[in-house]
């Protein structure tokens, strides 16, 4: 537990007010741990537990967190594979919902909320190289979710910003991160339709200089990466002209960067693979392959 607290104290000390992950078990780098993530949300933690533990575990891990002065509210998730996400308070003061900062923007979470808290962590490195490249672009951003990606793009100063997802509620809540950060204006367009049947309005704002595609690995229905990401990919060139960017994303432990290579190097012949992006250095991963996966390629023809 020592080690833990130790590694929650040195992320504390670098959040410096702004979103972060606080404990990354799931990378490898922490034996032991392997089953243990907390995310901090200033000034709350969010403990996910990815397999069943001892309550007296959990208790030991709670009541450590809590002699942390910064950490004001604590939430524990069981996140037990096969089972429906089970989420309780744990101490402290947790609002339903708040604001938190990312790179000095805000994003609306809702840390109580079983799965996902509103802002996916892992991808800041992402949303980073998004708000210093998108200067004076149209962008599309496949598989929006709370349009993160699209509040960074446009307060680095895109020319429009085209939102897809399915989940109206997500989009809603994507509307709202625009309007924090003064972005809501008709540079934003949010569709909220299933992408596989809407590639005609897809198109009609496009062709598109950068274009995000940020999938979930297995949502039964909706999108299984192994079979349906190549059908995105298949679209890249009718979306694009010569000198577009894409950033394609793989979040599956399962599937190496080569998944993601093939199917572009079979599907879009003509873009040019350029970088992997770094992940963000909260999130260690003892196998490189293993951790998240977002590829830039240019296209040349
Ligand atoms: C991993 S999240 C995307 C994270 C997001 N890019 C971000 O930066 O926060 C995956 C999203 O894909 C959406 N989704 C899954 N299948 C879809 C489909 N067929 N069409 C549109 N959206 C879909 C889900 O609703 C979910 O919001």
């Not at 104290?9 to 032991?32: D, M």
């Not at 933690?45 to 309550?55: C, G, I, N, S």
């Not at 942390?68 to 089972?83: D, E, F, K, M, T």
């Not at 938190?100 to 609306?108: D, V």
Request: aromatic fraction near 10%; glycine fraction near 8%; include cysteine.
């Amino acid at each position: 537990m020592q080690q833990v607290i130790a590694e929650v104290n040195r992320q504390l000390a670098l959040s410096h007010g702004e979103s972060r992950r606080i404990f990354h078990g799931r990378g490898h780098c922490f034996p032991g741990f392997e089953h243990l993530v907390i995310d901090w949300f200033p000034p709350v933690a969010v403990v996910r537990l990815y397999k069943e533990v001892e309550e007296s575990w959990v208790t030991e891990l709670s009541d450590s967190l809590k002699t942390l002065n910064a950490i004001q509210g604590l939430v524990v998730q069981r996140r037990s594979r096969g089972q429906e996400a089970q989420q309780s308070l744990a101490w402290g003061e947790v609002p339903e919902q708040m604001n938190t900062m990312e790179l000095g923007l805000f994003y609306q979470v809702k840390p109580q909320r079983n799965q996902n808290s509103g802002l996916f962590l892992d991808m800041r490195e992402g949303r980073r190289w998004v708000m210093h490249n998108a200067g004076g672009k149209r962008v599309l951003n496949l598989f929006s979710y709370t349009c993160a990606f699209s509040v960074a793009a446009l307060a680095g100063g895109a020319e429009q910003v085209v939102n897809v997802d399915m989940s109206r509620g997500a989009i809603n809540v994507g509307r709202e991160n625009h309007r924090l950060n003064g972005l809501a204006d008709e540079r934003a367009k949010f569709l909220a339709y299933d992408l596989f049947r809407s590639w005609k309005r897809v198109r009609q704002y496009g062709p598109y200089d950068l274009i995000v595609i940020d999938p979930p690995s297995f949502q039964p229905g909706s999108f299984v990466a192994e079979k349906d990401y190549r059908k995105v990919i298949r679209r890249l060139n009718e979306l694009t002209r010569t000198g577009s960017e894409v950033l394609a994303c793989h979040n599956d432990p399962k599937n190496s960067t080569g998944f993601l290579r093939q199917l572009m190097q079979e599907e879009c012949p003509d873009f040019r693979f350029i970088e992997r992006l770094s992940n963000p250095d909260d999130f260690p991963e003892a196998e490189a392959e293993k951790g998240l996966k977002v590829l830039r390629y240019v296209r040349e023809n």
